[in-house]
């Protein structure tokens, strides 16, 4: 089977890793997005030295639906492409291309939280159990029949980088499945139930900010959702920004009366802080420049 891979992150990574292992497969092509648009993925890979060890050509996209992505992934005449790490639509006219199918990878049980930013989402609304996805892209947003899922459990206190890591290899056992049925001519199919559909929106980095009223349990859950490989929840001391990566809820943390944000101890790195109803241990974090926040000093967000 010949494939065509289009994508920039670490799914994309776990994807051609396993194209080019596959013996049934041939990787022609991996389009990426040029070295100029890096900055549009905090968790991006770069693709170049991936590809040339897998023996396919680099193209460098930077809109998936202009008339020369088209042509060039035209003239590779493939038998599937995958689109697998990638945060633009595809067109009719690009799912036409490939002989045999397009195939998408959404980190999400599906058709449960359908979009974007799946992964701080899934932590944001406490999800104890999540999943990855392949599936057959249509002309919808991650509408298209079931190829392949596979779900786990979260730990209560599962971060975005473990949650992250879960769902690669979650991916890299689907593939390994699935490749060889591809191959061999099956086309797995399950129709996605509307009822169950949920969409979740995009986030970007300001999203991150930290409102010191909110709950000690919620903040923390943010601090989880927007961590590596995630640009990270943050607030600010005296004008400079300050980025929080960890943190630890307090037991008993309602005896203490302060500002929400009010640095209330440092210790050894670690920064207590009022929230909107009880302490909160700040154990990762970092400061744009200049000291660390002074004791009783207000974080603001």
């Given at each position: 089977?010949?494939?065509?891979?289009?994508?920039?992150?670490?799914?994309?990574?776990?994807?051609?890793?396993?194209?080019?292992?596959?013996?049934?497969?041939?990787?022609?092509?991996?389009?990426?997005?040029?070295?100029?648009?890096?900055?549009?993925?905090?968790?991006?890979?770069?693709?170049?030295?991936?590809?040339?060890?897998?023996?396919a050509a680099l193209f460098p996209i930077t809109r998936t639906n202009d008339a020369e992505v088209l042509d060039r992934v035209r003239a590779e005449r493939p038998d599937y492409v995958f689109v697998v790490g990638w945060s633009q639509i595809v067109g009719p006219e690009f799912l036409s291309i490939a002989a045999k199918g397009a195939i998408g990878y959404h980190p999400a049980p599906l058709p449960r939280l359908r979009g974007r930013a799946a992964i701080p989402w899934t932590i944001l609304l406490d999800e104890p159990i999540s999943a990855s996805s392949l599936f057959w892209i249509a002309e919808g947003t991650d509408d298209g029949d079931i190829l392949a899922q596979r779900y786990f459990h979260l730990a209560p206190d599962e971060t975005a980088q473990g949650l992250y890591d879960k769902h690669m290899d979650a991916l890299r056992l689907m593939l390994r499945e699935v490749l060889p049925r591809l191959a061999a001519g099956e086309q797995p199919r399950q129709v996605q139930d509307e009822r169950y559909a949920t969409w979740a929106t995009k986030r970007t980095p300001a999203d991150g900010l930290i409102d010191w009223r909110d709950p000690a349990a919620a903040i923390d859950r943010l601090v989880r959702a927007v961590g590596r490989p995630y640009p990270g929840a943050f607030t600010h001391v005296a004008g400079r920004k300050l980025?929080?990566?960890?943190?630890?809820?307090?037991?008993?943390?309602?005896?203490?009366?302060?500002?929400?944000?009010?640095?209330?101890?440092?210790?050894?790195?670690?920064?207590?802080?009022?929230?909107?109803?009880?302490?909160?241990?700040?154990?990762?974090?970092?400061?744009?420049?200049?000291?660390?926040?002074?004791?009783?000093?207000?974080?603001?967000?």
């Open positions: 089977m010949r494939a065509v891979v289009i994508g920039a992150v670490g799914s994309t990574q776990v994807l051609v890793e396993e194209l080019a292992e596959a013996p049934e497969w041939e990787l022609s092509l991996v389009g990426t997005l040029p070295p100029e648009l890096h900055g549009r993925h905090s968790d991006l890979v770069d693709m170049a030295p991936l590809a040339e060890k897998a023996g980025t929080v990566w960890a943190t630890r809820q307090v037991a008993g943390g309602h005896r203490h009366h302060a500002i929400p944000g009010q640095v209330m101890a440092r210790r050894d790195g670690v920064l207590t802080v009022q929230t909107g109803d009880g302490l909160l241990e700040l154990t990762d974090w970092e400061l744009a420049e200049g000291k660390p926040p002074a004791l009783h000093a207000v974080l603001k967000g």
